[in-house]
């Protein structure tokens, strides 16, 4: 990717012209086409995460918009003029500064992260051992029958949270399911296909973002009984939605005891929970479980379940010495500084024994943490 500007003066500087336009520009005349164009997207770069974060066109599709240049020049001035055109071309690109800046420097690559719970999960179950993202370029066919994941950090089921945070949306992720299910029938057929998704098991954890982050900071007005009830409201349309899709196993995890983790923390002087914040929680996960019930009552052949999540880890701060922590208030990953919010990245100071921390950074259990939780969570669903 390089920016218009920077190219324009390049092609100033070569006799080419003074302004490079667009491709995408709604004004570009035909008589463009053979004298040069911009592809470029301010902000995208080679990883597919910068320019999903920042919401611009990704590499792939600046490529796409390549190839489709090249039929319009061929139609304009014909194979032969086309060919002689491009191959004499100089093509600018720049790469890298923003998937350093902005993608691995504030932490939004999965490589700085312990492994999430729904990961640990399939492994336990024995389905696979690294379930891939959805959108990941490297997805192959063979990914689609076994396990794929839709979920965006950050996301919730307030459409405020993804959109404040520029992350996935609920709706996007339903979305994306959607087309999962057109590719996998594509590749299995329509019985397998079917087959494949009734017998799949589905995780869905919503609420601690919308919670901890929308609601919390005042992004939200309502009384917090109101909120609570909306947001529950918006998980049973979800989980509707994907019963008719075919989803017939699911696990809704219930939140986290926010008021205790590292960020949590902060306004209660780091030394306690804040239990203010953790009754949130708990009034949320408390409506949450009777509306799983609810769906479960009313639609027989659905069998969705309420997983607490809350209690084990709540277990694990309350008394951590036993199973081998030493640390419940601080990150792995940031130390105390977390407790501002503020992303593992590269150049955050790490603990040397994360196994002996309850928490990797401001907001996220350690990997052994979430063995722990996991192995309590196996036990009581089957």
């Known amino acids: 990717m390089i920016v218009k500007r920077e190219l324009s003066k390049r092609a100033t500087a070569l006799g080419i012209k003074d302004s490079v336009p667009a491709y995408n520009s709604p004004s570009l005349g035909a008589q463009d086409l053979a004298t040069g164009v911009c592809f470029a997207s301010g902000g995208s770069g080679a990883d597919v995460l910068t320019s999903s974060f920042l919401r611009v066109i990704s590499l792939a599709d600046q490529l796409q918009s390549f190839k489709e ?90 459409v405020l949270t993804s959109s404040f945070l520029r992350v996935i949306s609920l709706a996007d992720q339903l979305q994306s399911f959607k087309e999962y299910i057109a590719k996998l029938t594509a590749t299995v057929g329509q019985e397998k296909a079917s087959s494949i998704i009734s017998n799949a098991l589905f995780i869905t954890s919503l609420g601690n973002n919308d919670i901890a982050i929308t609601y919390s900071e005042g992004r939200r007005p309502e009384l917090f009984p109101t909120y609570a009830g909306q947001l529950v409201g918006w998980t049973s349309s979800f989980l509707q939605e994907i019963y008719a899709l075919g989803a017939r196993h699911v696990w809704v995890f219930s939140t986290l005891p926010l008021g205790c983790l590292p960020g949590g923390r902060a306004t209660s002087g780091m030394l306690t929970c804040n239990e203010l914040v953790n009754g949130l929680a708990t009034q949320f996960n408390g409506l949450l479980q009777h509306g799983v019930s609810s769906i479960k009552a009313t639609t027989h052949d659905y069998d969705v379940q309420f997983v607490d999540v809350y209690t084990p880890l709540r277990a694990i701060i309350n008394n951590p010495a036993p199973l081998g922590f030493t640390n419940v208030m601080n990150g792995c990953c940031g130390g105390a500084a977390v407790a501002t919010g503020q992303l593992c990245t590269p150049f955050t100071g790490q603990c040397l024994n994360p196994s002996t921390f309850v928490f990797w950074d401001f907001a996220h259990p350690t990997q052994r943490s979430y063995e722990i939780i996991v192995a309590t969570i196996l036990q009581q669903h089957k």
Do not use: M
């Open 69 to 158: 240049y090249i039929a319009k020049l061929t139609a304009t001035v014909g194979q032969e003029k086309a060919s002689s055109i491009i191959s004499n071309a100089l093509f600018i690109t720049s790469l890298g500064n923003n998937d350093i800046a902005i993608t691995y420097s504030e932490g939004r690559r999965p490589e700085l992260f312990p492994t999430y719970a729904g990961q640990l999960v399939a492994t336990a179950l024995g389905i696979k051992d690294s379930v891939p993202a959805y959108n990941s370029p490297s997805l192959g066919a063979q990914d689609l029958a076994t396990g794929v994941c839709f979920a965006s950090g950050g996301s919730g089921a307030d």
